[in-house]
């Protein structure tokens, strides 16, 4: 697993796709063609959660997550970034593991359905 770590990588991720969930919010973007490879993960929490201790405490939850099981579920030629939320500090490991992969799956989805244009239709095959 590849890490963001330029300030303009992660300013890039949030064009993207915007998923929320309890104990942290995704950010997920494609990478241009020309730019294949593995995916990337990024991991970042405000002074709003709290002081340094708490905010490397959920970063440190959420790059395990990541690490764990962001292999099997993450695309390749994707960024992604966490913004972590202070419920990810409270949340049962399993409720994160759950809400991880719902992000993964309607990041996804949301991204199939990006570039079209407002109000065009969905061609079936």
């Known amino acids: 697993m590849l890490r963001l770590k330029k300030r303009a990588e992660f300013l890039t991720a949030a064009k993207g796709v ?8 995704l950010q997920a973007v494609r990478r241009k063609p020309e730019d294949p490879g593995p995916a990337r993960v990024g991991f970042t929490v405000t002074k709003k959660v709290g002081n340094a201790v708490v905010r ?52 996804a989805k949301k991204q199939r359905g990006f570039n079209r244009k407002p109000g065009a239709r969905k061609v079936e095959n």
Do not use: C, S, T, W
Request: charged content about 30%.
């Open 18 to 25: 915007r998923i929320p969930r309890r104990g942290f919010v």
């Open 56 to 107: 490397n405490r959920i970063k440190r939850r959420l790059r395990e997550l990541a690490r764990l099981h962001g292999p099997n579920l993450m695309a390749d030629g994707q960024d992604y970034v966490l913004i972590g939320r202070r419920a990810a500090l409270h949340l049962d490991y399993d409720q994160l593991i759950a809400d991880f992969r719902g992000a993964i799956g309607q990041a």
